[in-house]
């Protein structure tokens, strides 16, 4: 699901996005609330309105259910807010205090501080009126260990309680959906813990999203805690992990038992460049590209490679214009729709373990298999090399980017 | 020929200068053909090749496009240049991503809005700036490089200085014999058999750049030479050409050099005569804004096209203003112009709002006016003013969802009008078939005060969206002024309506300047602490703003 945070997929309108095929995107509470702010989007009758988004129509579907008819707004706490300066989690921790109450900042706009509570922000979901809500948890950098994790994660339970009350006294319960958000940093029990108390709480909440993951944590303990959580939050609840966006880590999640997930990496990489391909990402300000007059990719629908766009004059208007954002954006959003439509078709089809062989050949096949996809993988009984004797496998993130030569 | 670009004016037979109507057809040898155009009308500007801020689905979806502007300078950052390597049959529309059946694309070496100071041009070449540094363009690579990429009309490599002080003599006939000599290497025989061209059949339509600075006579001797019956060594090397004159499509005027040109000389007879600067006037009726510089303007325009017939297309190039447009119509009979002024309001945050007859009632959204009684011809979008201003684009333009009775024509751009996509990609047989198969539906337009927010969150699709509008707008104007022409007693209808605009919209532009401040304060204010700074902004605006909102 792409994200829009501030109201806008960046550098496309809503009908552009529309015609992609995607009807699920993202806004970011945060960001909405201090500009422009709830009073204009309440003038405005609701986000929805306010951004000529017309896919509100709401049921949560179950697995795989990527294509929910909806606008999902999430509210994260300050200091995981991911902010458009950077691929890190920027935490805004220096300004924030986090109490028993609520999250205390100091305010963008004087300085002054600011008292955001899980009441709150649930009220300001409400009045924009997203399909999908979000509880207001407690996140820790996935880096931090002690004492304070386990606090995050047994607040976040307690505000969970405080976000359910508000929401089904306000009567919007039956119009606007729940998720509770899975923390517990990177301790196993902690997880656990908390997953217990949440699932207890199902039958007042729509769906689960697995946080406090994303930040910078090794590959290898992302995925067994992605599969902790997965393995034990109940089969009719929608599963959302949040800020899952190389396609190697989307079809993990999905092999583990992920339903949706959301993360700017493909629209902000495609401003710095980045085209998305099934062999792997092209960096198209690279001089290679400078008189290739093929597409992206020959086999793709999106609207840049069937009007025949070519990597020369993408190359050439790179990061100088912003047509060429406009064109990898498209692109990119299209090829990740398809790696997830594919995963959806296979899955219903019974073909998702050859599925993910093809996908991880073709994409890693030169620069070799990730350990920690072929472990993950492993885990549900998908073998990446079977069959592929030749494959090599490297350790660590194993992230591949087309660099200088 | 590599294309059959016809110019035909209506009726046949017109006055030397005055009002005219036109149109242009367009018939490639490969048998693909454009609408036709009508005059007066507009071209797109490009810039490194794209209609700024439009992807190519939007340009598609933008009828306002018919005839685009291609500077070629940037693709001369890398030798030999990209475009000119694109195979087959239209390599520039397929390289850019235009459609051979809607889009006319004239190639010119050097964008004509570029104000920077330059190295001066040489004997063989002029200088040309990319993003990496100067380059130098001579007359044969040009002819190459135009043989290769196939414009449907290109323009003739001139020496048109752009300097801030009065020219010599001496330098001006340089001008002219470079200019000219130039223009015959281009109208003469392509002598490469690869590009299938017989000696009878001249691979381009030529527009050619009318120079001679701001000396009357230095454009007439110019033109001049244009006509004159050539012979021996001279005509041989434009064989089977008689005079010049018989290869060139059309003429250009750069307004940019021309304009400089004339300020210098003011400033410098100014102080030999020991006067102030004198400041345009600007009256409050409108009517005498016909000042001495636009006088000027047009005395040099006459003495450049005076010894041609009227039949052949007049281009303008770096137009100021529609009031500009409209005088240059009016007095002369220009029949196509770029208007980088329409681009760069979308790139300021302009939402252009006006129209041409003037409407005769304007509503409170309609823009604001300025202390003389002038209106602003568009709103700038950053002002805090309309960051809860819930009404369309323009209030001289309906949208498509919302048709009100009156006299608005609907605005067709994809801000004011959008509609939903008439398909959608299908990348998963789950798919839900309600979505994928929705028909396409008109949707309600977008308010300021989403554009706003987009502007100050530096979302990119605000200015696509401003693009479009701005350009549905000036192709309005230009519909406009053709329906007056057309209309019984048309020169001297059009000539009340011009003085009409003329004192009704404000010329000086001043809502250009607002925005220029408005968008580098964007970009000052980037960083830590800005939302702080913003609404610190913003309480001074709201008790200084005379806005409506």
């Not at chain 1, 109490?99 to 300085?111: H, I, R, V």
């Not at chain 2, 363009?137 to 003739?156: E, F, G, H, M, R």
């Amino acid at each position: 699901m792409p994200v829009a945070t501030q109201a806008a997929i960046k550098g496309l309108t809503p009908q552009q996005v529309e015609a992609l095929g995607i009807n699920l995107i993202l806004n970011n509470t945060y960001h909405l609330n201090l500009r422009p702010g709830m009073k204009i989007l309440k003038e405005a009758g609701g986000a929805h309105k306010f951004q000529g988004w017309r896919h509100n129509l709401l049921t949560v579907e179950t697995f795989p259910s990527i294509h929910l008819r909806l606008v999902c707004l999430v509210t994260r706490s300050i200091d995981s807010l991911q902010d458009s300066g950077g691929f890190q989690l920027v935490s805004l921790s220096k300004f924030t205090k986090i109490t028993e109450e609520g999250a205390l900042f100091a305010s963008p706009f004087d300085g002054e501080p600011t008292m955001l509570t899980p009441e709150e922000s649930i009220s300001i979901q409400h009045t924009i009126g997203a399909d999908i809500i979000m509880q207001l948890d407690d996140v820790v950098s996935s880096l931090t260990v002690g004492p304070r994790v386990a606090e995050a994660t047994q607040r976040t339970i307690r505000w969970l309680d405080r976000c359910i009350e508000t929401h089904q006294k306000s009567g919007k319960a039956d119009v606007q959906n729940l998720f509770a958000i899975v923390q517990g940093g990177l301790d196993p029990e902690l997880r656990d813990q908390c997953l217990e108390e949440m699932i207890k709480r199902k039958d007042r909440v729509a769906g689960y999203a697995i946080g406090g993951l994303s930040g910078g944590e090794e590959k290898d303990v992302f995925w067994r805690i992605i599969k902790q959580c997965a393995d034990k939050l109940p089969e009719d609840r929608p599963r959302y992990s949040m800020g899952i966006g190389f396609a190697e880590d989307l079809l993990v999640c999905v092999a583990l038992g992920v339903d949706m997930a959301d993360c700017v990496f493909p629209t902000r990489t495609a401003r710095f460049g980045v085209a998305l391909t099934l062999n792997g990402p092209i960096n198209l300000r690279l001089s290679k590209h400078e008189a290739d007059f093929r597409p992206i990719d020959e086999s793709c629908p999106c609207p840049t490679c069937v009007s025949g766009t070519s990597r020369a004059m993408l190359h050439h208007i790179m990061t100088l214009e912003t047509a060429a954002a406009h064109a990898v954006t498209q692109h990119n959003l299209v090829f990740q729709a398809r790696v997830m439509g594919g995963a959806r078709d296979a899955i219903i089809n019974g073909t998702f373990p050859q599925y993910l062989k093809d996908f991880f050949a073709n994409y890693f096949g030169d620069a070799g298999y990730p350990e920690w996809c072929v472990n993950a993988l492993r885990s549900v009984g998908v073998d990446l090399l079977d069959g592929a004797s030749q494959a090599k496998v490297v350790s660590g993130s194993g992230a591949k980017w087309e660099r200088v030569e | 020929m590599a294309s059959t670009f016809s110019f035909s004016i209506i009726p046949s037979e017109v006055a030397q200068f005055g009002p005219r109507l036109g149109s242009i057809s367009l018939c490639r040898r490969d048998g693909s053909s454009i609408p036709e155009i009508k005059t007066p009308s507009f071209m797109a500007g490009c810039s490194r090749g794209v209609v700024p801020h439009l992807s190519r689905d939007h340009v598609k979806s933008t009828a306002a496009i018919r005839w685009a502007n291609i500077p070629f300078e940037s693709f001369l950052e890398r030798l030999p240049p990209v475009p000119t390597l694109q195979p087959g049959p239209v390599p520039l529309h397929t390289f850019l991503g235009f459609q051979p059946d809607r889009h006319l694309l004239s190639l010119c070496a050097r964008e004509p809005s570029d104000e920077r100071e330059i190295p001066v041009n040489g004997k063989g070449f002029i200088s040309t700036l990319c993003v990496r540094g100067v380059r130098k363009l001579t007359p044969s690579a040009w002819k190459s490089y135009a043989l290769s990429c196939q414009p449907d009309i290109v323009v003739a490599l001139s020496d048109n200085p752009l300097s801030q002080s009065n020219q010599s003599q001496k330098r001006v006939t340089k001008s002219l014999e470079r200019s000219t000599a130039w223009l015959a290497n281009l109208l003469g025989p392509v002598s490469s058999a690869d590009h299938g061209y017989s000696d009878t059949s001249h691979p381009f339509n030529v527009l050619v750049n009318m120079v001679g600075g701001v000396e009357e006579r230095a454009r007439k001797a110019f033109a001049e030479a244009l006509v004159e019956t050539l012979y021996a060594k001279d005509q041989q090397q434009v064989h089977p050409l008689q005079r010049l004159d018989e290869g060139i499509t059309g003429y250009v005027f750069e307004f940019i050099p021309l304009l400089r040109s004339i300020r210098a000389r003011t400033v410098n007879n100014d102080r030999t005569n020991n006067t102030p600067p004198k400041i345009p006037p600007k009256s409050a009726d409108g009517v005498s804004l016909d000042n001495e510089e636009n006088q000027q303007l047009a005395a040099l325009l006459k003495a450049s096209l005076s010894p041609f017939p009227p039949t052949k297309v007049r281009v303008v190039y770096s137009c100021t203003s529609p009031h500009q447009i409209l005088r240059l119509i009016r007095d002369i009979g220009i029949d196509v112009f770029d208007a980088p002024f329409v681009h760069r309001a979308a790139d300021l945050g302009i939402a252009l709002d006006f129209r041409f007859p003037v409407p005769s009632t304007f509503s409170p959204s309609s823009p604001r006016t300025r202390e003389d009684g002038s209106r602003d011809l568009g709103h700038n979008l950053f002002n805090y003013a309309y960051a809860t201003d819930s009404s369309r684009l323009a209030s001289s333009f309906n949208a498509a969802a919302e048709p009100e009775k009156g006299e608005n024509p609907i605005c067709p751009c994809l801000a004011c009008s959008p509609i939903s996509p008439s398909s959608h990609l299908e990348l998963s047989s789950a798919e839900d078939q309600e979505f994928v198969k929705s028909p396409p539906v008109i949707q309600p337009p977008y308010r300021r005060a989403y554009i706003h927010h987009l502007l100050h969150t530096h979302e990119m699709s605000s200015h696509s969206l401003l693009a479009m509008h701005n350009l549905s707008v000036i192709d309005a104007f230009f519909d406009g002024i053709r329906q007056v022409l057309g209309g019984p007693d048309g020169d001297g209808q059009f000539i009340k309506e011009v003085e009409r605009f003329c004192a009704t919209y404000d010329e000086q532009l001043e809502v250009f300047r607002e925005a220029e401040v408005d968008w580098s304060r964007v970009e000052l204010e980037r960083g830590k602490g800005r939302l702080a700074r913003e609404k610190e902004k913003q309480t001074q605006n709201d008790t200084t703003s005379t806005v409506p909102s």
